[in-house]
């Protein structure tokens, strides 16, 4: 490839077709130059049809998982890595669902207030409501500085990866951010999705009775409703009954208390 974009962009796919398209225009539409990849969890809907027409284009490429296995949140960190062969290099990463639309100036406002603010790894937010209650960036739509992204790459083959990527970096000395620049989330949790909070949780270490708080919080603001805030907490006990292994996190993140922790978060984040 003989240009470099300002943002590579990482896209783990299934099933796509009524929501892909458009997540790809819109971040081919951004006001800096941009760079899509996308991985095809083996789709067996139009996704691939349309990725080869998309394909023909400079700035998009696709990669696709060899054969159809059941839905399983771990094996999006699988599809991520099998896109770092094909990406080209960049000043900034992101991380995207195939199902969230950015207004055109998305990245130019993150990529703005990171370098002011002196962050590598940042997000905006989809949530309509009040965004201040996150307690870390966004999963999708989230912007890595090259520097970093080199340290945290590739991605643990498991289920807490998401939440592994920012203790990794608070690890590391380096800031994360949520600012208050809206995307939209096409796509509602559904209750198996949801659980996988409480299994990244556990094998990061974090403690049950800051899961627990946690989401009694959520229930008191509205953000889970009573079935996924038991899902997130069975999903919990479950690892911690098959005694799954945990991260390289588990250690930073187990010699801290709740009220410890929840400084940590609050040091190391910037909210607006």
């Known amino acids: 490839m003989t240009w470099e974009p300002k943002v590579t962009v990482l896209i783990p796919c299934r099933d796509g077709e009524k929501t892909l398209p458009a997540t790809i225009r819109s971040l ?11 991985a095809d969890d083996a789709s067996i809907d139009n996704t691939p049809k349309i990725l080869e027409e998309l ?3 400079q700035r998009v490429r696709f990669v696709r998982y060899p054969k159809r296995e059941p839905r399983d949140y771990a094996r999006v960190p699988v599809l991520l890595n099998m896109l770092l062969a094909i990406v080209p290099s960049a000043r ?21 207030l990171m370098q002011n603010d002196g962050v590598d790894l940042a997000s905006g937010y989809h949530d309509a409501g009040n965004f201040k209650h996150l307690s870390f960036p ?45 995307y939209e989330h096409k796509r509602k949790y559904s209750v198996g999705s949801t659980r996988t ?28 409703s009573p079935i ?39 040091k190391n984040s910037r909210f607006i």
């Not at 991380?95 to 998305?106: E, H, L, N, Q």
């Not at 919990?236 to 996190?249: A, S």
């Open 28 to 38: 081919l539409g951004q006001t800096v130059t941009t760079f899509v990849a996308v």
């Open 92 to 112: 900034f990463y992101m991380i995207s669902g195939d199902d969230s639309i950015y207004p055109p100036v998305y990245l130019e406002k993150l990529i703005a």
């Open 228 to 266: 996924n805030a038991m899902a997130i907490l069975l999903g919990h006990l479950e690892f911690i009954f098959r005694n799954v292994e945990k991260l390289d996190t588990a250690l930073f993140v187990r010699n801290m208390d709740w009220w410890r922790m929840k400084q940590f978060i609050a």
């Open 138 to 182: 966004s999963g999708s739509g989230r912007l890595v500085t090259a520097t970093l992204f080199k340290r945290i790459t590739p991605f643990p083959n498991s289920i807490g990866w998401e939440s592994w990527v920012i203790y990794k970096t608070q690890i590391l000395g380096r800031k994360v951010a949520i600012y208050p620049v809206r």
């Open 197 to 224: 909070f409480g299994y990244s949780a556990y094998v990061n270490g974090v403690p049950f009775i800051f899961t627990f708080f946690r989401v009694m919080k959520s229930l008191v603001t509205g953000i889970h």
């Open 55 to 57: 394909s023909n284009t």
